[in-house]
């Protein structure tokens, strides 16, 4: 996978996966078996018309309250927003949602790095929910072992964001991402996704019925358009 991977090696990352980012909440409720946290359910009501990366974020001024910050880099681009959440806060309070950081999940990642991620980048995220920002999960999974973490923590029936972001270059990860869409979709019941690219025809087929799909792809406007925009959205409605 051409995401690099987060090193868990050092003392102060050992520290981290214990105890979560700088403002995390200890008591906040969370998985007792991997300690991935819980979220609040959001609505349809927190879908952006808009999606800026969060490295670029001054291409939206003027549409902060209508548009969502996302995370769809390489890791060593934003790990210092998963380890310091609340000095990044800020940034983001004028925004209509903000979507997890999507760190990695790779096939040679052993289980334990796999949930060190997921709560890692699932704890950023309730450090920004615990101060009031709407805040949607990533869900990003490498094969169907994942199924059950990435889950994990997600209410049912709220609105899930996903990305192909570093995957259609490789035909295994690609295949296991349009498998997995359908599996995700019936576990976690949203009511609305964040589609960072774009579906395969048939994986949107098979989830039409079941959930509205937003899709946003990537460098879709021009640097020069009227907003400037890194994605733009288009709809495809279920039934």
Known sequence: ???????????????????????????????????????????????????????????????????????????????????????????????????????????????????????????AGIVWQHHGLNVVVNVRWCD???????????PQGSVIALSNYGLLGDPQLRDEFNLGVPEIIDRTMPKAILMHGKLDPWVNRQIAQKTEVVSYPPNSWKSNSKYGSESQLTFDFAS
């Not at 169907?144 to 997600?154: H, P, R």
Request: net charge neutral; hydrophobic share 35%.
């Open 1 to 123: 996978m051409s995401k690099a991977l987060i090193s868990s090696t050092s003392q102060t990352e050992k520290l981290l996966f214990r105890h979560g980012p700088d403002g995390y909440p200890l008591a906040h409720p969370a998985d007792p078996e991997t300690g991935i946290p819980y979220f609040s359910r959001v609505g349809q009501e927190v879908v952006p018309e808009r999606l800026f990366s969060f490295d670029d974020l001054g291409r939206a001024r003027g549409h902060e309250s209508t548009s969502g910050a996302m995370f769809y880099k390489e890791d060593k681009k934003f790990i210092p927003h998963v380890l310091q959440p609340l000095k990044y806060l800020a940034n983001f309070v004028p925004y209509r949602c903000v979507i997890t950081p999507d760190l990695t999940m790779g096939s040679g990642m052993a289980r334990w790095e796999r949930v060190n991620n997921i709560r890692l980048a699932r704890q």
């Open 144 to 154: 169907a072992q994942d199924y059950d973490l990435v889950c994990t923590g997600i």
